[in-house]
């Protein structure tokens, strides 16, 4: 019988130390995962302060870039402005210039 109760004692003893032993990988485990959420958190953190650093840059840079795409419109209508104007100068000088030459030959 004292045989028997020592060898359920070995077994006791056994299986605390194995629930001793994953107790231990459990907190390891469980201290990795809070190190690597407080790294997470801290490059969130970062990530956040840039992009309102980056925000506070785009508003910024917002109204020049919405008067550059407006002078580039006035531009481009100016452009379509002398096209006609050259073309209507072209016709006029292509139209009578050969009444003029004809008018200065006859002289």
């Known amino acids: 019988m004292h045989r028997e109760i020592g060898m359920l004692t070995a077994k006791v003893d ?3 130390e194995g629930m001793r032993r994953s107790e231990e990988k459990a907190d390891a485990s469980r201290a990795s995962m809070h190190r690597q959420i407080e790294t997470v958190t801290g490059r969130v953190g970062k990530v956040e ?3 309102a650093t980056i925000k506070e840059d785009v508003e910024e840079m917002k ?6 795409k ?3 419109q006035r531009g481009i209508g100016a452009l379509a402005v002398v ?3 050259a073309s209507m100068l072209t016709f006029l000088v292509t139209q ?3 009444e003029v030459i ?6």
């Open 14 to 16: 056994t299986l605390l």
């Open 49 to 51: 302060a840039h992009m």
């Open 63 to 68: 109204p020049t870039v919405d008067e550059v």
């Open 70 to 72: 407006a002078m580039k």
């Open 83 to 85: 096209g006609i104007a």
């Open 96 to 98: 009578y210039f050969g």
């Open 102 to 107: 004809g008018w200065v030959v006859r002289r």
